[in-house]
């Protein structure tokens, strides 16, 4: 299946700074889920991403997905105690697959 | 509006017990997928339901089985739990994005 690596493994910022995760593949994405978990809680969806380029805003959170379909990532604007957690892409297994393989995630940690 | 329910919450089991994982969805979906989640591993596919009548393994099936009795209830059983399947439990159903049951917290001494 598809095998995607989430960089960094860890984030902390202060409250107000901007934060990025990055999602590289080896190979092309048909497309991309990215999910946040809050600690103790479980995986949200966020949003998914198909085309080649593709640029989603969700308020204060800007999800990309590369020309090529090999990355993705999400920016958060000037973050918020409440963006806390960790954030996942995933893509699907293969070609037409619905089952997703997730990242190891980028655990976010708000410093107020 | 309850979206995707799990039961147990928490569970400790003794090696060699066994125990069912119930999941149930009011979402009309016609997927389901059983994933397993330990500290640095992510999220890992045990088992998915395509459709009613049908299952398939996922990435680390070992040591389980699974049900789908019907459109709605997909249950994950352990037969003889190890400590290695100490792990939280999520069931998760879907259209296109995942709806995520809260969990199950399962502890195996």
């Known amino acids: 299946g598809q095998q995607v690596m989430q960089i960094p493994q860890y984030q902390h910022v202060q409250e107000g700074e901007d934060f990025t995760t990055y999602c590289n593949s080896s190979?092309?994405?048909?497309?991309i889920q990215w999910y946040k978990q809050r600690p103790g809680g479980h995986p949200v969806f966020l949003i998914q991403l198909v085309k080649s380029g593709e640029v989603k805003k969700q308020k204060r959170l800007t999800f990309q997905f590369g020309e090529a379909k090999k990355n993705s990532s999400l920016h958060i604007t000037a973050t918020q105690t409440t963006d806390v957690g960790t954030y996942f892409c995933?893509?699907?297994?293969?070609?037409?697959?619905?089952?997703?393989?997730f990242g190891k995630g980028t655990k976010l940690s708000v410093i107020p | 509006n309850a979206g995707v329910t799990q039961t147990p919450k928490f569970q400790v089991l003794k090696t060699g017990q066994s125990m069912t994982l119930q999941c149930a969805q009011d979402m009309n979906h016609n997927s389901m997928y059983w994933y397993r989640q330990d500290p640095g591993m992510g999220l890992r596919l045990i088992y998915y339901?395509?459709?009613?009548?049908?299952?398939d393994k996922g990435e680390v099936p070992n040591g389980y089985n699974v049900s789908r009795l019907n459109k709605r209830e997909f249950s994950l059983r352990l037969e003889s739990a190890a400590p290695s399947q100490t792990s939280v439990y999520f069931c998760?159903?879907?259209?296109?994005?995942?709806?995520f049951g809260s969990g199950t917290r399962l502890t195996v001494v």
């Open positions: 998760a159903s879907s259209r296109s994005g995942y709806t």
């Open positions: 190979t092309t994405l048909s497309n």
């Open positions: 995933a893509p699907p297994q293969g070609a037409g697959s619905y089952q997703l393989t």
């Open positions: 339901s395509a459709s009613e009548g049908t299952t």
